[in-house]
């Protein structure tokens, strides 16, 4: 039956796995304004224009149904032996490689995830998943994030390192302590898992 509505990007899409993922894409690389999520309307809102050169180098979005929360943070606190981190109340983020040009957000891709980089923003958890296209030509062959080029882990960081940074700054804004492959990405996913179900019965 025709339904008049459209779901919830982040409450009404099942995510799937455990091993493709939908994920919500609200950036594309060529976007110059930073896109988010409106949180009550699911409608895709401007957040700001992207004040600095600074541009996703993939599809940027998040995991439906996954939240940021105790289970997260104590994940991030244990791996990193760092007491008072606190989750950053967001859902999962995650960047998704393909070698095609997507040209605008606002869609749902099956994604498999091969890793992630812990990120700390003050005192928040904000990991940053990184999966592949599930079928991508090019970046569909990776099993971990070892098999990606380092040069590409290497992007993703410097973004994550500096979007926030104002030129006149010299200490970063966040941190990236860790790398970590496939299966502790599987392990943070499936506590943001828990965290949402917690926070949303």
Not at 167 to 180: H, K
Request: net charge negative; aromatic share 8%.
């Amino acid at each position: 039956m025709n339904q008049p509505f459209t779901a919830h990007p982040w409450h009404g899409i099942l995510p799937g796995g455990p091993e493709v993922f939908i994920c919500y894409i609200e950036m594309v690389p060529t976007d110059a304004v930073k896109y988010e999520l409106d949180k009550d309307s699911g409608l895709l809102r401007v957040d700001r224009p992207q004040k600095f050169s600074s541009v996703p180098p993939t599809l940027y979005g998040f995991i439906p149904r996954t939240y940021c929360a105790e289970r997260v943070a104590a994940r991030c606190a244990e791996r990193l032996n760092r007491p008072g981190i606190i989750g950053d109340g967001d859902p999962l983020d995650v960047c998704v490689l393909t070698e095609k040009p997507i040209s605008h957000g606002n869609l749902l891709v099956p994604a498999v995830p091969i890793g992630g980089l812990r990120m700390i923003d003050g005192m928040e958890a904000d990991d940053k998943i990184v999966a592949v296209l599930k079928g991508d030509n090019v970046y569909g062959a990776y099993k971990d994030i070892l098999d990606a080029p380092v040069a590409l882990v290497d992007r993703l960081r410097h973004y994550f390192l500096t979007y926030k940074q104002s030129p006149d700054l010299t200490q970063p804004a966040t941190e990236i302590p860790e790398i970590y492959g496939r299966d502790e990405a599987l392990e943070v996913i499936r506590c943001s898992l828990e965290d949402y179900r917690a926070k949303f019965p």
